[in-house]
């Protein structure tokens, strides 16, 4: 059957357009239909077994209507056409103005995906998922006698979804992507800690042939060991030098948040008005790419149909793009650049980061740690959150080390970092040559809406951030 | 308020499952309608209707588990699915807790969870609600010249949950909300407050004056905030803060976790884990709580569980399979929605009430009061605890200048036990919740 084919047997251009007349009859500047369908299986693995196995099938239609700043939706689990008109009565009802009278007529456009996968992942048979599952549970134990527990969860889903809008697009798209994690849990004489390891990514079923999932369980449970006999982490603010990949949180939190239009457009955010104003060192520049290969925040279109792009958000340290949706680029008087994105058929679409990342430097990443006689190397991040009106951010550090006259020393728990965006970006005085992105972690939650996101930088650092150890 | 059919099918389905191999079943069916407002400087920004329904059904073979979960109800795709799953189940690996709910003893007590009032609301009134909450935001001070927004909104949701020996149990929940976000100017510097109030019952839901009145306070006693040097001293965690706090400790109390060594409680039952002042309670038949329930998600009753008491640690909560595993009787901690297998998890959620609340920051010569928790930071495993803060520096017993970009840091273990105050402020407002803390001594983290 063809992509998306379910979809288009009630949504098909006329169906759509007759939908979309519906919910612009009150008026309004813009209605979409978005329809979902989703197939995830999912399987957990704990304490050696196989814990459970489930298979999710959720799909549905949501119907968005706005005129400027309002906006109205509602959704029907059901796909059918009656309910899908329903939603766009209900929806329309937000907008009290004249009726409109231009008809609609969407054209189905296709759009050259930023990759292509030959034969995804999550068309492999299920016995060879719950293999890996099984030789990364073996080699989280192998690793150290001292690892009592190991739960992996593995999950993969094909989206398929159909966008129908007023400005008359009509796409219909299939997106795959596959996510493990491990977590293997170490214990000795009342100490405890955890590791963690995750895989996939949008990816070719051949990638755990390439990749190792053995090593990647290993390192796992090498982190929970170590963490048993690290120490505590310093306290105050101090030089910081952050390691490459999935550190991109720390970007993510700072400044990418207070990229996104609606914060933006509302005046809330603190990046209101700085577009084309210095923002961070000259060192700094920012990159939101929907293309990016195997991301998880990769697609061909973002959930309003617009094609993704490739953003550079901060341009060496000047502020040159915001992340935006068509709506708040409207009415901000801007274009959309490819970041409406939704959880699902049952939100709208908001202004989201795809996968965002420090572009690379020029520095040796070693030569980064010289001249620091006292300081802290977050090695390995957690998550992190941020407050766009104030800026104010913190991302978690799961391991870190200290830094004594140029070299990492001491291995060191976890701690929060904290700081202010606008200040802690004027801080960085270096950025390596050794970008790299993550493209097997990330979820970001906004609003109640959770979408997977890509992050990652080269190792940074910054001459001051807060450490928020126990040790003073 | 379900499509009609939709209940039938789900029994219909269940049934199915069992003829095709499925030794035991289990459907759980959720319906729900939210419908949220939400306000900007007196205009309607958003309008949402959520009407859901779904489906979970899981399937037990030979001790083995499988789930499955949709929205689409058609019965063609509905038999294919149960197949699928069916098949497999055959690839998990069989558990001796892997066993359904044989019976279900439901309260016959009015839970009180249910509210017509909440059921009548039409959008109007909650524009009404949003309305006059920023109205009153505005009225309070010249600073505050715009919100983030205003929210108002209300949900009815609707179990239907059977299985293969309970037959259909059913009940009705509301939910009422409303939430202002005021911004506060003075200079350049901008700071948000946020107050949330949320019920089960319209008349138990603050006057939106109130709400608006509450949430300014908040936005302005953030303006003119900055670090405070490094230092470790006494730590006041405002009812809040405190809520969140619990939040992020509640997997310690999860069995699961302390049978799998993921937890620092694991092996201190009977042991005092917190000082003799703080008793943590875990409440699933609470009148009008936002976390109570007739049953769980597993077909479980629910119960009130004494999970701390003056200090000591009784017990852990409990999914069905863990309380088997650890032969005790269930807890009624089987959370969970319809696109979700049950996972242990709180039902009203607290710490006991002390008694005074203004003591707390009076005893203290100088230390912080937390207003504000930002981002993760409870580590239940290593029973590590760091996290940004914001709040309001104590000098002489008194509240002197507003905090922020600081972190506070502590061993969970010697934090409880040395947490030397509770206050009597316990407000329900959400499902887990707790009065004014004070920890003897913390480590905050400051700025140079």
């Not at chain 1, 099938?57 to 009656?82: I, K, M, W």
């Not at chain 1, 809008?165 to 299939?174: F, K, L």
């Not at chain 2, 499988?66 to 690996?93: H, P, W």
């Not at chain 2, 002390?354 to 928790?373: A, F, M, N």
Request: hydrophobic share 35%; with cysteine; glycine share 10%.
């Amino acid at each position: 059957m063809g992509i998306g084919q379910e979809l288009r047997d009630v949504l098909n251009e006329e169906t759509v357009n007759r939908i979309l007349q519906e919910a612009l009859a009150r008026g309004g500047d813009f209605a979409d239909v978005f329809a979902e369908q989703r197939f995830r299986t999912a399987i957990v693995l704990d304490a050696g077994k196989i814990d459970s196995v489930t298979y999710g099938y959720p799909r549905g239609a949501g119907v968005r209507v706005f005129r400027r700043n309002q906006t109205g939706y509602a959704f029907s689990d059901e796909l059918v056409f009656s309910s899908i008109m329903d939603a766009a009565r209900v929806a329309s009802s937000v907008v009290e103005t004249q009726g409109r009278k231009n008809p609609i007529d969407v054209t189905r456009r296709n759009h050259a995906p930023p990759f292509t996968l030959v034969n995804p992942e999550p068309l492999m048979i299920e016995a060879s998922k719950l293999d890996v599952l099984q030789r990364m549970d073996a080699a989280a134990r192998a690793a150290d006698p001292r690892i009592v527990s190991v739960r992996i969860e593995y999950v993969d889903e094909v989206r398929d979804v159909l966008v129908g809008t007023s400005d008359g697009v009509y796409v219909i798209d299939r997106q795959y992507l596959t996510s493990v994690s491990c977590v293997p849990a170490a214990q000795s004489g009342g100490k405890r800690g955890s590791g963690l390891a995750t895989l996939g990514g949008r990816v070719e079923a051949d990638y755990f042939t390439r990749v190792s999932p053995e090593d990647a369980a290993r390192r796992a449970g090498l982190q929970a060991a170590r963490l048993l006999d690290a120490g505590p982490a310093p306290a105050g603010a101090m030089p910081v030098v952050v390691a490459p990949g999935w550190g991109g949180v720390l970007i993510h939190e700072s400044l990418g948040h207070g990229l996104e239009g609606d914060g933006v457009r509302r005046g809330s955010s603190l990046l209101s008005g700085l577009a084309g104003t210095r923002v961070a060192s000259p060192l700094l520049s920012v990159v939101d790419d929907g293309r990016w290969p195997n991301g998880r925040g990769s697609s061909t279109v973002d959930d309003e149909g617009t094609p993704t792009q490739r953003t550079v958000a901060v341009d060496a340290g000047v502020l040159s793009s915001y992340l935006l949706d068509k709506q708040n680029a409207a009415l901000l008087g801007l274009r959309s650049t490819g970041n409406g994105r939704r959880m699902s058929y049952r939100n709208w679409p908001i202004p989201r980061m795809t996968n965002t990342y420090i572009d690379k430097g020029t520095s040796d990443p070693v030569s980064l740690l010289s001249g620091i006689t006292k300081g802290f190397y977050a090695s390995e991040l957690g998550g992190g959150s941020v407050e766009t009106t104030s800026g104010n951010f913190n991302f978690a550090v799961r391991e870190g080390y200290w830094i004594e006259n140029g070299k990492l020393t001491r291995p060191v728990r976890g701690a929060v970092l904290v700081g202010n965006s606008l200040e802690t970006m004027q801080r960085i005085e270096g950025i390596g040559n050794d970008l790299r992105v993550d493209t097997t972690r990330g979820t970001c939650g906004k609003d109640g809406q959770s979408v997977p996101v890509g992050v990652g930088q080269p190792t940074v650092r910054f001459s001051s951030i807060t450490v928020g150890g126990p040790s003073i | 308020m379900p499509r009609q059919p939709a209940v039938e099918l789900a029994e219909k389905v269940r049934i199915q499952a069992e003829r095709s191999g499925a030794q035991e079943a289990e459907s759980y069916l959720e319906s729900s309608t939210t419908t949220e407002v939400r306000l900007r400087q007196g205009q309607i920004e958003l309008l949402h209707q959520a009407v859901v329904q779904g489906l979970g059904l899981r399937v037990f073979r030979d001790r083995r588990m499988g789930f499955l979960y949709t929205t689409d109800f058609r019965e063609t795709v509905l038999n294919e699915l149960v197949n699928r799953t069916l098949s497999l189940t055959n690839q998990a690996t069989p558990r001796d807790e892997n066993k359904i709910a044989e019976f279900l003893a439901v309260s016959q007590t009015d839970l009180e969870v249910n509210d017509p009032a909440v059921v009548q609301l039409r959008p109007e009134d909650l524009v009404r609600f949003a309305r006059s909450a920023e109205e009153s935001a505005f009225a309070q001070d010249s600073r505050i010249q715009t919100t983030r927004d205003v929210r108002c909104g209300t949900t009815v949701v609707e179990i239907f949950f059977s299985n293969t020996y309970i037959p259909r149990q059913t009940y009705r929940a509301t939910t009422v909300w409303l939430s202002a976000t005021p911004i506060a100017t003075q200079g350049g510097q901008r700071r948000e407050g946020t107050f949330t109030d949320r019920k089960r019952f319209l008349g138990d839901l603050a006057r939106p004056e109130q709400i608006g009145q509450r949430a300014v306070e908040r936005a302005l006693a953030r303006l003119g905030a900055g670090p405070v040097p490094s230092a470790r001293v006494p730590v006041i965690f405002a009812a809040d803060a405190a809520g969140v706090f619990l939040q992020g400790l509640f997997p310690a109390f999860s069995a699961l976790n302390v049978i799998e060594q993921r937890s620092l409680f694991a092996g201190k039952l009977g042991q005092a884990v917190a000082s003799p002042s703080v008793t943590i309670v875990d409440d699933g038949t609470m009148r009008r709580g936002l976390g109570t329930r007739y049953f769980d998600g597993e077909g479980a009753q629910t119960h009130r569980t004494v999970v701390v008491d003056r200090g000591v640690l009784r017990q852990y909560l409990h999914s069905a399979a863990t309380a088997r595993r650890m032969s005790v009787p269930p807890t009624g901690n089987g959370i969970r929605s319809y696109d979700s297998l049950p996972m242990i998890g709180p039902t009203n959620f607290y710490i006991d009430a002390g008694s005074s609340t203004q003591k707390l920051i009076e005893e203290v010569r100088r230390g912080l009061y937390v207003t504000g928790l930002a981002g993760f930071g409870v580590d239940t495993v290593s029973g590590e605890y760091s996290q940004e803060v914001d709040g309001q520096w104590i000098e002489k017993g008194a509240l002197t200048k507003s905090v922020e970009g600081v972190t506070v840091a502590g061993r969970l273990d010697e934090m409880l036990l040395g947490i030397d105050g509770v206050g009597s402020d316990l407000d329900f407002r959400s499902n887990v919740v707790s009065p004014t803390i004070r920890f003897k001594e913390l480590t905050v983290g400051g700025g140079a």
